[in-house]
């Protein structure tokens, strides 16, 4: 298994510009989940999902977009990119919410910076 | 007031030291998570607890619900050891979201 997997790793953006990161995961997860973490500060959640077709807003969702097609993929977008968006973005997944089917798997990580 | 607080912020201690980090919380909660970040960035899961005590190789974590405090162990302690710890609870009354606390930063020297 590859686990949960991220693309780009480092990205830089102009303000306005859009973008997708992407996160796949293999392990038939159905709760997947996207965080920013900020220096000093916890991870906060954008958005998430419990299943395909169903997805809901985290802490702070405000100029983020998620969708969730299949069990194995959760793209992030970035309608127009700001300079409070540059951190450092991760995706997460786990089986359930439940018991021992709750062990959060993290992806590598994205460090975006706008400009 | 933060729903989750860890305690010490930063640590920094010897090779071969005991290590006591401590997470408090203030919500109920179905379960505890403490994890572990690596300076490269990586995130990775230690433990899941909602009750009692678990232990793998050299750490420790326990929890006490009535007093809603948990506490993260490493005996014998190594510079590979160096790395944010991080507490983050499931809780009951924010939808089962997960809560995090901010990170205690362990610097262990040799």
């Known amino acids: 298994n590859a686990g949960v997997t991220q693309t780009p790793k480092f990205q830089v953006l102009k303000t306005g510009q859009s973008m997708t990161l992407q996160c796949a995961q293999d392990?038939?997860?159905?709760?997947m989940s996207w965080y920013r973490q900020d220096p000093g500060m916890g991870l906060r959640l954008i958005h998430y999902s419990v299943g395909a077709g169903i997805t809901d807003q985290g802490e702070v969702p405000n100029g983020y977009n998620v969708s969730r097609s299949t069990t194995e993929d959760f793209p992030l977008r970035l309608l127009s990119a700001a300079p409070s968006q540059t951190s450092v973005y991760f995706c997460?997944?786990?089986?359930?919410?439940?018991?021992?089917?709750?062990?959060?798997?993290f992806g590598p990580g994205t460090r975006l910076t706008v400009l | 007031k933060n729903e989750v607080e860890q305690s010490p912020q930063n640590l920094t201690a010897q090779e071969g030291e005991f290590i006591t980090i401590n997470c408090s919380y203030s919500v109920g909660i179905s379960a505890l998570h403490w994890l572990q970040q690596h300076p490269g960035g990586g995130i990775v899961s230690l433990f899941m607890?909602?009750?009692?005590?678990k232990k793998h190789g050299r750490l420790i974590a326990t929890i006490n619900i009535q007093e809603k405090h948990s506490s993260l162990h490493i005996t014998a302690s190594h510079p590979r050891d160096s790395a944010v710890y991080i507490c983050a609870v499931r809780s009951m009354d924010s939808n089962y979201q997960l809560i995090w606390g901010a990170g205690t930063k362990l610097i262990i020297k040799p």
């Open positions: 607890l909602s009750s009692g005590k």
């Open positions: 392990m038939n997860h159905e709760y």
């Open positions: 997460a997944s786990s089986y359930s919410l439940a018991g021992s089917e709750d062990t959060q798997y």
